[in-house]
């Protein structure tokens, strides 16, 4: 069972569209990170969201963090060509095993069509 | 100096071949980290060095063996590896008071993609 369910897996929209990727889980986060990925490169941090309910704006993307902390969104408006890419949430879950590392989830692929 | 430097970018070998992935980062950071990621999947963790010594090994086949030369340097030397090993191979880094933090932060190279033949 993955720790970090993220939907959709893969997305294709115009540009100019707006979209939202989900990030989910059974439990609980102290913080979770956004990294994106573009062809060719490593990932990227874009956020951390750190607080229950906490909403923070990069651009045109908008990140939420749950209330209970289980879960985050990812909002892109007007999506551009150059927002492609896989887009990764990662997390170290609150009360985990000892030795528990960060944990990524299996990533959004987007594209944006011209 | 806020980068994770990867070499080469691009690597072919054969199956018998012997070769070696370097990373190099001046960020002060003492944890660095070696991923392996397949196309549109998200980067698996191979193995973490602590201040210079191997702290996690996900249980990788031997024919992958890390070294931690110095706090600034990371290599990954390859030997007998097996077609199904190509793929994207990051380094990352981060402080080392972390790596079992949800504050964990990481900052990755840009990889360097193996195919094996």
């Known amino acids: 069972t993955q ?12 540009e100019g569209e707006n979209l939202t990727v989900y990030c989910n889980s059974s439990s609980v986060f102290s913080s979770l990170q956004w990294y994106r990925q573009e062809p060719g490169e490593g990932p990227v941090l874009l956020v951390t969201v750190v607080t229950g309910g906490e909403v923070k704006k990069l651009k045109r993307l908008t990140f939420q963090f749950g209330d209970a902390r289980k879960d ?3 909002h892109i408006t007007a999506a551009q060509p150059g927002d492609t890419g896989l887009y990764l949430c990662a997390g170290l ?8 590392r960060l944990t990524f989830g299996e990533g959004t692929q987007l594209t944006v069509n011209p | 100096d806020t980068e994770v430097t990867q ?26 980290y070696w991923y392996k990621q397949k196309a549109k999947k998200p980067p698996e963790l191979m193995f973490v060095y602590s201040y210079e010594k191997l702290s996690i090994n996900e249980s990788v086949p031997s ?7 110095n706090s600034s340097l990371l290599n990954l030397h390859l030997h007998a ?6 793929a994207l191979y990051l380094c990352a880094s981060s402080q080392a008071d972390r790596v079992f933090s949800g504050a964990n932060v990481l900052t990755f190279g840009a990889g360097s993609r193996l195919t094996v033949l």
């Open chain 1, 3 to 14: 720790l970090l369910e993220q939907s959709p897996q893969f997305l294709s929209i115009q």
């Open chain 1, 72 to 74: 985050s969104s990812l």
């Open chain 1, 93 to 100: 879950p609150l009360r985990g095993p000892s030795g528990s």
């Open chain 2, 7 to 32: 070499t080469p970018k691009h690597l072919v070998m054969g199956m018998t071949n012997k070769k070696s992935l370097k990373c190099e980062q001046h960020m002060g950071h003492r944890a660095m």
């Open chain 2, 63 to 69: 024919r992958f063996s890390p070294e931690c030369p």
């Open chain 2, 81 to 86: 590896l097996q077609p199904e090993d190509s």
